[in-house]
């Protein structure tokens, strides 16, 4: 009879934590917060820059950046907020480096670019997926990090606020005025 091993219990963030700060446990403790929030971690940062390997380029530049700066974690949030802040910013980063870029292609480049996006095995394939997609494109940065925080990521207007340092109110008028363009972007590219 095969014996079925039960699932390892989930380790509390202080003891992650006391694991990352050690020099002796660091590298088993840094496994362990990948396999906590790597998956979480890429779906986000994949809403915000659009194609897989992208998104793979930038959540390996966060988790450099976590591994070197464990420890000038200060604990006043929780870890999984400021895993977030380094995500986004990281993201936001490679985006406006992409802006930059996008800014000297010519117009045959930007037609590749959008025939990537519809041969993505990772998103869905759906018309109305890839209009959401571009929608998000044309949003300003911060409605864009806002619209996809909430909406995708289903993260509350304060939990969002501890990750971008600002205010509730601001926020949900942010996501209002994401949502209003995006309505606006679909309605006059489907209809």
């Known amino acids: 009879?095969?014996?079925?091993?039960?699932?390892?219990?989930?380790?509390?963030?202080?003891?992650?934590?006391?694991?990352?700060?050690?020099?002796?446990?660091?590298?088993?403790?840094?496994?362990?917060?990948?396999?906590?929030?790597?998956?979480?971690?890429?779906?986000?940062?994949?809403?915000?820059?659009?194609?897989?390997?992208?998104?793979?380029?930038?959540?390996?530049?966060?988790?450099?950046?976590?591994?070197?700066?464990?420890?000038?974690?200060?604990?006043?949030?929780?870890?999984?907020?400021?895993?977030?802040?380094?995500?986004?910013?990281?993201?936001?980063?490679?985006?406006r480096k992409r802006q930059r870029h996008v800014n000297k292609l010519q117009p045959e480049d930007e037609a590749t670019a959008g025939r990537q996006l519809r041969a993505d095995a990772w998103m869905d394939g759906e018309a109305v997926q890839e209009h959401l997609q571009r929608a998000l494109e044309t949003l300003p940065d911060r409605q864009k990090q806002v619209f996809v925080m909430r909406y995708y990521d289903e993260l509350s207007y304060a939990e969002i606020a501890g990750i971008l340092k600002t205010s509730v109110g601001g926020l949900k008028a942010s996501y209002h005025h994401a949502v209003k363009k995006i309505e606006h972007y679909l309605i006059n590219t489907i209809i």
């Open 1 to 95: 009879m095969t014996q079925v091993q039960a699932p390892e219990p989930k380790i509390t963030e202080d003891k992650l934590l006391a694991l990352l700060r050690s020099e002796q446990t660091r590298d088993s403790g840094f496994r362990l917060l990948m396999q906590a929030y790597q998956e979480r971690l890429y779906l986000h940062i994949r809403r915000m820059v659009g194609e897989h390997e992208d998104a793979n380029d930038v959540l390996q530049n966060c988790l450099v950046k976590v591994y070197r700066n464990i420890g000038s974690f200060k604990a006043q949030s929780a870890l999984y907020t400021w895993l977030y802040r380094i995500a986004t910013n990281e993201a936001m980063t490679f985006l």
